[in-house]
Structures are given as C-alpha cells and as structure tokens.
C-alpha cells in the first residue's frame, strides 16, 4: 500500500470527466503530480526526472520499485536508481546512458495528459520528454518518449524506455509465433546474451513460445539479462495477483536495432526486475526529435497455475492482444 499526503492542488480534469490529474506530494517530493481514472492511477516526479515513480490500482500495490533511501532526495551530481520509468539512450554507454536527471521538470497537464520534460542534459546536449496519456476507463496508459537533439552535431542513439519492477514477482515475454521445420526454415528473432547471462540460472526459464524470470530478493549470484525482437513485442510482470503489461509496436527489422536487433530487454538482480522496449537506432539532427510509444495495463487476479507454454497462452493472450 502506498500513502499520498493530502492533495494540493486540482488542476484538470479531462473532458470526459474521467480522467483527473492532481499535483500532489509523494515519498518526501512536494511537486508530484498524479493521474487517475479511478481505477488506476500513476505518480510522476517534478522535482526529478522525468521519472513515473508509480503504476497501480487505486490503493493497491506498486508494481513498480522504490529505493527507499533515494526517495524524496535532488540535485546529486551522480544518476540515482530511484526506480520506477525512466527514459534512456543506447547502446548502453557507461557515460552517456547514465546522464544525471536529479532535478526539476516542466510539466505541463493538458486534459487527460501530462507532459514532463527535463532540462538539456549538459552531459549530452539532449532533451528528454515523457508523455502519459490515460484512458477514461480501464486501465490503459499510452506512454509517449521524446529525445530532442539540442546540440549543433547529429547524435546518433536509440530510444530506450526502462520499467524497475517491485521485488518478488515473475517476469513473462512472448517471442513471435513460433513455426515447424521443414516448413518454417527463415529465422525470426534473436535472443541476445550479454557477457553475465547465465541459460542455467535458477530465476530463468526458456519456453517454447515464452521466456520467464524470476525475481528474486534473496538471490546472490549475478545479474540476469537476456534480449529478443518482436514486431508487436510485448512483456509482462505478475506480482501478488496483480500483471503489469507493457507493448510497443517495431518500426523496422531487427537489422536496426541495438544490441544485435533488440526491441525487447529483460534485466533482474537482487534489488529489482526491469522491463526495457528500445527503438531503433537513428542519426538524429540538431533540432529533430526522436519518439518510442509503449501501452501499459494492469490486470488483477491473475493467477499462473503451471509456468508452461499452454498455461501462458490461457491466462496471458487474452490480456496482450485484447487492446
């Protein structure tokens, strides 16, 4: 259970009378801002980021992690895990990717929107947006991700939207539908591995038609992470009864997309679990902008009775293609 102190101010509500958006404050930050159908609600974060620091049912868990001891804390000059979503660039760069977002945003409420934007990063000449947009029943969230190229040199990166997931659930992605040899002979998607990925850990699981990990608090081996591509790629997180979805339509083959042909990232260490959707790689010039759009929904009751292929496709593809 989360607790929000008392609201401050109403600033909108969408037209259909649904969809409300109140500043408010949160974990210690006083600026935050949150948006609700009355069925689920999210919590962004103005005096850092832009970051959604919460996804969930209206007085029911988040599902996604909280670091408690950097919670209501600005202005460091390192980038802080925090958790929740966050906006990056990739390939990874031990540099670039991490450019501190400790301070303040602009936001802007427009019906049943709300648009935050950081400042250009001075590490790398970037603006970064994020963009909810929630619908008036239900519990579906189109997220919209911005990179404007401020700088006076084309920059060259793809969008990479990062979901940090609340300890203890399991992890689900769907890999395209699968075939039959000898009638299917054309390859269709990669599954990319990264010096630590280990195919015999215990939190991982390859199905045929799906792979699953585990998170898992207690864990004391290394991180997990493995990548894949799908057209219309999508993933999943079960935690308590709750299923948080994520998707993301690729706008092109594998070829260009980072980390040999990834639109689909899965990551998990002691601390959290993270869905990542990425872009493809694009030259971006001064002044042009950059977007990724993922939907998110939130599912209750569900339950996983057996971690195989048939059992998945009963409880999740109602849930996946029902948008």
């Known amino acids: 259970m989360h607790r929000l102190a008392t ?55 988040n599902l996604f992690k909280e670091f408690k001891e950097q919670l209501g804390k600005s202005g460091e000059p390192e980038w802080q895990a925090r958790g929740g979503h966050r906006l ?18 602009h936001i ?10 950081e400042p250009v990063e001075a590490l790398t000449g970037l603006e970064k947006e ?29 969008m990479w939207a990062l ?24 390859p269709t998607n990669p599954l990319t591995m990264w010096p630590y990925t280990n195919l015999a850990d215990s939190r991982l699981k390859l199905l045929q038609k799906y792979l699953v990990l585990r998170q ?16 219309d790629v999508w993933g999943a997180y079960l935690l308590n009864g709750d299923l948080f979805v994520k998707q993301a339509h690729a706008e092109a083959a594998p ?18 679990l993270e869905l990542e959707t990425l872009g493809p790689i694009r030259k971006v010039a001064p002044g042009e902008t950059a977007a990724h759009t993922e939907h998110w929904s939130l599912h209750k009751n569900v339950r996983i009775q057996k971690w195989d292929d048939a059992e998945l496709d009963r409880v999740l593809l109602p849930l996946v293609t029902g948008r």
């Open 7 to 61: 609201i401050l101010t109403v600033l909108t509500m969408s037209a259909s009378a649904a969809v409300k958006i109140e500043k408010t404050s949160y974990q210690g930050w006083p600026n935050c801002y949150r948006i609700s159908n009355g069925v689920v609600e999210a919590i962004i974060t103005g005096d850092v980021g832009p970051r959604v620091i919460r996804y969930g049912f209206v007085g029911g868990q």
């Open 88 to 105: 990056w660039i990739a390939p990874e760069d031990p540099v670039k990717s991490y450019a501190p977002d400790n301070g303040p945003v």
């Open 108 to 117: 802007e409420v427009r019906g049943d929107t709300i648009e935050m934007a």
């Open 130 to 158: 994020i963009t909810l947009r929630m619908d008036a029943s239900g519990t579906g969230v189109e997220v919209t991700h911005q990179i404007r190229n401020a700088g006076q040199q084309p920059y060259e990166f793809a």
């Open 163 to 186: 979901t940090m997931l609340a300890q203890g659930g399991t992890a689900i992605h769907g890999f395209p539908p699968r075939g039959h040899h000898p009638h299917d002979l054309q």
């Open 216 to 231: 898992d608090p207690k864990s004391t081996g290394d991180a997990e992470k493995l990548g894949s591509y799908g057209r």
């Open 255 to 272: 070829a260009a997309y980072p980390d040999f042909g990834c639109n689909f990232e899965t990551f998990t260490n002691a601390d959290f």
